[in-house]
């Protein structure tokens, strides 16, 4: 067996283990008034359901790429819905990165969207995903905190 099989294989070994031992879906909110950090444990569950990554990937030191797109992924969707209400310290202290680290993944998210297609249409399929799926407590969380 070649090096690239046997990583393969590990690979789908991994994510069929973490499938059956993980299960990420959103928790129940309370659309009455929740609180910012509960909305950004909310994205940041539905990217890992999507990326096939843990919270706790996304919010360590790790600078893998997959965690790193996550990451960038997780920042645009908040700041694309909630620019005004939820700040990047705000973000940032959720994801232990600073808020200069979330504004070079903002970038650089352009970049590569601009450069690579296939993350192209994978990271739109997940930012609209969400947008889609969560429609309608986007809507109700922004009509909160403006009252």
Known sequence: MTREALVKEVRREVVAFMESNYHLTPKKVNLDRIGKNEFIDLVIRYVCKKTNTLPEQIKAKDNHRPFVEARMLVTKIIKDNFGEL?????I???LN???ATLTHYKKTLVNVMDTEPVKRRFFNKVINGFNKEYAEHITQIKRSYRN
């Open 97 to 99: 990165k600073d808020h």
């Open 92 to 94: 940032g202290s959720i």
């Open 86 to 90: 939820i700040s990047l310290g705000c």
